[in-house]
């Protein structure tokens, strides 16, 4: 049935959107996961949290109206992988949307995607972008948080080397001080939201929990969205924490010693990868309360605070963010004296935990599997499997899957056929199967000469946009038909 455009002006004049575009390192994913966890209660209270996958937002709804979509890098892979016009990817994008905003029933929806506010908009196509979404909604609000430049540069430093990437700490932040389209500079970009959605509707909040409503940022963005938090009282989820002084020291030295990546490829002399549930084993419980020191130079400091100045005049309230002073400061080199023994004696120890969890939850695995057969059992898995889905991210998930299938064994996935296939593999990795359940579904790499993922995926989009493991999802469809 298709809605006709009085019926949809109809809808649009009781609902509104509430659009949180950022900024990076802001507490984004926070924000995410507590929604996330909390739809239904949401939903009670005439809520829709509009949940995709992680750059949706960015590529997809966007791509319907910026001049050039093709220089997104999404884009422009899905274009290749497809082999497509990109006016037939953008019409497909259009129809999901559509739908998308043609089932929403509840009063308030709401978005949150970070990497809105680095969106490169120009205001014509900001313009389209209302006019489209007008067709659905009648009213709106443009949340952002901004930081304190110094904390802003100094988390972005820890989550680069976090990532595995080796940075010279003084020239990276140079670089992100230089480059106009950091999250340094947000003033322009939200003149434009501004002029389009109206200044009355760009809603500025400082990121310090100083500030926060309840000490919660939670709360806060619910408060500035206009929203009952006191009636909801989400349960607040910490995500992407940042890792402390010690930790980011350690972290730099080891990605300069042995890289993620080495002559392109994985570098199989690297013992930790950068995976967000791995670092968690680097929290702040094992490290000291020190601040890592960050070089800012006049010059630097005056082009910050013209920004600032701008700024302070839109955060909502009383709250301000105080002005930069330039400063030069020793950015410690690591030896073998800065970072004390506790510290490592911690690390290993957090280390162990982490492993021990593993085996405990594979020890379950192997009793379930002595006393059951395992068809039976397998599908007790895919239980555990799809609701740990919200507590682990996809990789942990994979990783989970590979061990189970070294229990169990895995008839579908043939080793000679594999290597024979993709020689390459052979000098990256000691276990196929690893290399297949980690990267090489994702790839679209045959793990034997009968199965195709993407032939599969083809035919079962769904599972890309949930997140799922293809083999794993054709092999449960065989055990329900009792063929293979």
């Known amino acids: 049935m298709i809605r006709t455009n009085k019926e949809q002006q109809i809808k649009a004049e009781k609902k509104k959107l509430i659009i949180h575009i950022g900024s990076v390192k802001t507490g984004s994913t926070s924000i995410q996961k507590t929604l996330r966890e909390s739809y239904e ?28 979509p093709e220089n997104h890098i999404l884009f422009k892979k899905e274009l290749e992988s497809r082999n497509i016009a990109p006016s037939i990817l953008i019409e497909e994008y259009r129809n999901y949307w559509n739908k998308v905003f043609l089932k929403n029933k509840e009063k308030t929806m709401i978005f949150s995607s970070e990497h809105l506010s680095l969106f490169s908009f120009d205001e014509e196509s ?47 932040c140079d670089d992100l001080i230089d480059s106009k389209e950091s999250s340094l500079y947000n003033y322009e970009k939200l003149q434009k939201w501004g002029n389009v959605f109206g200044k009355d509707k760009i809603i500025v909040r400082q990121f310090d929990s100083e500030h926060f409503i309840n000490g919660r940022l939670i709360d806060d963005f619910l408060y500035a969205a206009n929203l009952d938090y006191k009636a909801l009282e989400l349960k607040e989820i910490k995500a992407n924490t940042s890792i402390g002084y010690y930790s980011t020291l350690f972290l730099q030295t080891l ?76 950015v410690e080199s690591l030896k073998n004296e800065v970072i004390p023994r506790s510290y490592f004696v911690k690390l290993i120890n957090n280390y162990n935990l982490f492993i021990e969890e593993l085996l405990h939850d594979m020890e379950k695995i192997k009793a379930n599997t002595e006393r059951e057969s395992n068809i039976k059992y397998q599908s007790k898995f895919y239980s555990v499997y799809y609701k740990s889905s919200k507590k682990y991210n996809v990789i942990l998930r994979n990783i989970c899957l590979y061990l189970f299938y070294k229990v169990i064994g895995l008839k579908e996935f043939d080793k000679n056929y594999y290597l024979k296939r993709y020689p390459h593999v052979c000098d990256k990795v000691k ?10 579904v994702y790839r679209g790499y045959m793990p034997n000469k009968k199965f195709s993922v993407n032939n599969y995926i083809e035919n079962h989009t769904e599972i890309i946009l949930n997140g799922k493991n293809a083999l794993l999802e054709s092999n449960k469809e065989q055990k329900k038909r009792k063929v293979f």
Request: hydrophobic share 35%; net charge positive.
């Open 41 to 68: 209660k949401l939903r009670k209270y005439n809520i829709n949290y509009c949940e995709v996958i992680k750059g949706f937002y960015e590529y997809t709804l966007t791509s319907m109206f910026i001049k050039h």
């Open 126 to 172: 900001m313009l389209n972008f209302k006019i489209y979404l007008d067709q659905y909604f009648a009213d709106y609000s443009i949340i952002i948080y901004i930081r304190d430049p110094i904390n802003w540069l100094r988390s972005q430093v820890q989550e680069t080397v976090k990532n595995g990437r080796r940075v010279s700490i003084t020239k990276y």
């Open 255 to 330: 990605n300069q010693s042995f890289p993620v990546l080495k002559n392109n490829h994985i570098n199989n002399e690297r013992g930790i990868f950068p995976y967000h549930f791995v670092y968690r084993v680097y929290s702040k419980d094992i490290d000291i309360y020190k601040k890592l020191p960050i070089n800012i130079n006049k010059e630097q400091a005056e082009v910050i605070n013209k920004e600032l100045l701008k700024i302070n005049k839109m955060i909502y309230g009383d709250c301000f963010i105080p002005l930069i002073k330039a400063e030069i400061q020793e």
């Open 431 to 440: 276990d196929p199967l690893l290399h297949f359940m980690l990267r090489g």
